[in-house]
């Protein structure tokens, strides 16, 4: 078998067998398929598709290049979220502890971030104590036990989709729904999970613009759970705004305090009831999706999903007194709002530009070396559909310096006020599930 003949096959249009893939895969990650053929492989991808199989296929040998974690000590079936990404997105530090309140277990592979804020386990180090960092036989006592851990990629999961991915985006293919599809599914797949829920999101603060190509890639990873063995579901949730009102590692971490209590921001609070319903139903703990939604509004309303995370927390060495007292979490020193120029109402807020915003006070990291300030953000006053008078807040900023020009200044761009009223913009597009 000779690379060259595969990448004709795939340029000219052809299907590639199992072996075909698998050959390409380990011969990448082995280091004797050099990136000049890969850079051109993969562009033939980019050029002419994969069908569902290919894709699954290409999928798995991913999967199969590396380590895969062993979650069968865990009792239950085990079902994982992930979210494509996008500013404020604080669903799983709600969700892990409110899925877990109703007895699903919640076994958590998260990372940190390169981008607008950290990843999940930044927010979660945000709290006192808190480390991330635990063994396998600790998570999965953890898990028994407490119902949900959160702990960073640990072993050599998927080597072939990390090196494959730095190839991608040097070389114009990150684009590309097979090629998109597949590097997600690979690391939810060896992460060991029995079923997925999917958050794809769509919009101006996502990686997917349109809903198209949104619905493309939701149904692709679909595809690929079927094909694979493991129940996988998608919603396509919106991201022309950032989710909730806080943008920052601390100040999302109150703010799902603040929603496992009930009083947290609509969207927030609706979008974790509607992923979360799925993966209690996923995971058969419910007769339906509604049953499920009831069962979490009722870990809410009384109160479990609060103490089921303080007992996550405590037993990650975290300060639990932090829910009851959020005055203990990380705090900027100044505190500086950001006022409306004109009388009207929120038409638009570029959330990239949000989101770059924060990056630039700290809450983000810029490049892998940058060191995230946990203490730093910006919390947003109005949204799409708030009227708003000149003078008011619009946004305030949390900051640990008293300059704070450029920040400003980007806010003032991501926002637009009009002078008629529009409508809050729809916040669950789509579900997708598998034929």
Request: glycine share 10%; proline share 3%.
């Amino acid at each position: 078998m000779r690379m060259v003949d595969l990448i004709t096959k795939k340029r000219d249009g052809g299907q590639l067998t199992k072996q075909e893939i698998d050959f390409i895969i380990e011969g990448y990650t082995k280091g004797t398929i050099p990136d000049y053929q890969m850079s051109s492989f993969l562009m033939s991808v980019f050029f002419k598709g994969m069908t569902p199989q290919e894709t699954a296929d290409m999928t798995m040998a991913m999967v199969d290049s590396g380590d895969t974690i062993d979650l069968s000590a865990i009792k239950g079936i085990k079902v994982d979220k992930h979210s494509t990404g996008g500013v404020g997105d604080t669903t799983t530090i709600v969700l892990a502890p409110l899925v877990a309140a109703v007895g699903v277990p919640v076994a958590k592979l998260s990372g940190r971030g390169l981008g607008h804020t950290g990843g999940t386990v930044d927010k979660f180090e945000a709290i006192p104590g808190f480390h991330a960092e635990i063994d396998n036989e600790q998570f999965i006592k953890q898990v028994n036990e407490v119902k949900v851990a959160v702990t960073g990629p640990t072993g050599n999961l998927t080597p072939a989709d990390k090196k494959i991915y730095g190839l991608r985006d040097v070389t114009g293919t990150v684009n590309s729904i097979p090629l998109m599809a597949s590097s997600i599914m690979s690391k939810k797949i060896a992460s060991g999970s029995d079923a997925i829920v999917l958050d794809v999101k769509v919009g101006a603060g996502a990686f997917m613009k349109d809903l198209e190509g949104a619905k493309a890639l939701a149904e692709a990873m679909v595809e690929i759970g079927s094909n694979v063995g493991r129940n996988t579901m998608a919603v396509i949730s919106d991201m022309n705004q950032p989710l909730g009102y806080a943008i920052g590692n601390a100040l999302e971490v109150k703010e799902a305090i603040d929603t496992l209590r009930g009083e947290g921001p609509d969207d927030l609070h609706e979008l974790c009831l509607t992923l979360g319903s799925h993966m209690v139903y996923l995971a058969e703990h419910a007769n339906s999706v509604e049953e499920a939604r009831r069962q979490l509004e009722e870990a809410i309303q009384s109160g479990k999903a609060l103490e089921t995370f303080k007992a996550f927390i405590e037993a990650q060495g975290g300060d639990a007194s932090i829910v009851d007292e959020p005055a203990k979490l990380p705090a900027a020193s100044y505190q500086i709002a950001v006022k409306a120029k004109q009388d009207g109402y929120v038409s638009a807020i570029v959330a990239d530009s949000i989101g770059t915003a924060a990056m630039i006070l700290g809450a983000g990291r810029a490049t892998k070396e940058s060191e995230i300030d946990l203490a730093v953000g910006l919390m947003l006053e109005k949204k799409i559909g708030d009227e708003v008078k000149q003078g008011d807040t619009i946004v305030t900023i949390h900051s640990n310096r008293e300059a704070v020009e450029d920040v400003i200044e980007r806010i003032y761009e991501a926002y637009t006020i009009t002078g008629s009223k529009v409508g809050r913009p729809t916040l669950v597009h789509a579900e997708i599930h598998s034929k």
